[in-house]
């Protein structure tokens, strides 16, 4: 389980979902352009970070209310994927 408020680096957030009892979907999560509920989440895929360009297995792809998010244990930041990119 998630505490409802902790400031998570993108690789406690990897982590985290590597374990069994992990409850990522439904949480809200605060980043530098607003809150957002995470609707679904994947590890292990081969989709590169909109910043630095490495793909990376460990790495969190967020879909939230908002819109996506990458997190990225490279660069240690979440980017909200969109036209012009935001990072935190």
Partial sequence: MLPNEVA???????DIADMDTAQIGGRKFTFAWGDATVLMWAKGTTIPCPLCEKECS???VLKTDIGDVYACIRCEKYI????????E
Wanted: proline share 6%.
């Fill in 8 to 14: 998570l680096s993108p690789k406690l957030l990897s």
């Fill in 58 to 60: 460990s790495c969190l």
């Fill in 80 to 87: 909200m994927y969109s036209d012009k990119m935001e990072e």
